[in-house]
């Protein structure tokens, strides 16, 4: 197998080999930084990239593998984090101006988790400033672009890490959601990104954009390897007890129930996205998986209390530095903080109360099926400007976050996003939505459609565009 292969292979492949030691950590570490330097310029995927501390934990990890001291199965992975996460001893930018760059003290909780797991940290991710848009167009370290295609954006905000992703320059990274930053990009990018229940995996150590929807999650190429990455981030104990992987991802999918939620799906969605979706509740019924209509007649009151909330927090988080320095932020950024500025705490309080009782209805809407299935995005990834074509029609990808994103956020609840498909060259997707804290059942079904649908899972992005780059650069 040469080095190439191997940054083509799934973590929980990966994680077999460096057992068996058959591979060593160190080969592998050396193998994305190799990519890193080759293709990196084409993706931008990387605010800071450190090869020298990704090396020394490689060693470190092999030495550790050698003396029979196997930590699991992310041991001597290399992962990327989102550039709004600390990772001690290294910059934190949050993607904006370069006076807010601090060096971080310590690592986000996140972060020490996975490096206690073994997991080799190989740099920092790009992403839309403070993670506020749909785009990654960054306008302090420029646009993070699509490995499918290059003219095309990779969403946002958590770009970077699904770019990085997408183009094997890592085994899996670290993003955050609070209105579909994982989703998006996973779905522009054809790969499996998790939204966990709120409140499962710790957010300090990470700058907030709204912090009562604010998620952190993985993003990876398979189902299996989101649910490696999530057992280690969440936490444990209390009512809610995290499973190992093995667990989480155990047992088949028959007898389960999925819904249709037309209630949730807004006029806007191109027809074969929802076409792609039908066709995976197709393929989940030939596995014994029974599809139902689920009622939810709340979108507007979703999108008026999720609105709301997020621009109150989001001029909250940054109002004093919005004051005191409103030209290191970029025009549109400050533009959209700003919103929150005549929203008053009575409105905020009562987006609250309102929140409170959309989960309840969302809950008891919802009992008794295991997920729902709803789109993630219009269309297929966007230009570079957020616009794409539904139906042969223009709209911009900035529309649909409230109405196809924001939900979840609002409800707190786990959501995966998964390829159902290609238009056109490039990969559309479904969001799996389901109950609080019932990942299980999320990353169940997702991985039967996966399995179910191997030509899905094993399409790679054209490595032309990558060639043409590479010998660009030669």
Known sequence: ????????????????????REVSAVELTEAYLDRCDRFEEAFNAFITLTPERARAEARAAEAEIADGRHRGPLHGIPIAHKDIIDIAGVATTNGAHPSFTRVAAVDATVVARLAAAGAVAIGKTNLDEFAEGPLSDNPWHGATRNPWDLSRSVGGSSGGSAAAVAGYLCAGATGTDTGGSIRNPAACTGIVGLKPTYGWAPLDGIHPFAPSLDSVGPLARTVEDAALMFAVMADSGGPHQIPDSGTLLAGG???????????????????????????????????????????FPHAEDLRRAGTTILFAEGYGVHRDNLRARPGDYSDEVRTSLMIGADITPADHAAAKVEQARLRRAFEAAIAGVAGILLPVLPSTAPSRDGACLVDGQPVDIRDSAIALRMPVNLLGVPALAIPTGYMDGLPSAMQIVGAPWREDLVLRLGRAYEEATPELRDRRPPEALCMAQDQEKA
Do not use: N
């Open 1 to 20: 197998m040469t080095t190439e292969e191997l940054c083509l292979l799934s973590v929980a492949r990966l994680a077999a080999l460096i057992a068996r």
């Open 253 to 295: 999918v028959a007898g389960l129930r999925v819904g249709l939620c037309p209630d949730l799906v807004p006029e806007g969605v191109d027809r074969r996205v929802l076409d792609a979706i039908a066709r995976a509740a197709e393929i989940l019924a030939g596995l014994g998986v029974e599809t139902v209509e689920v009622a």
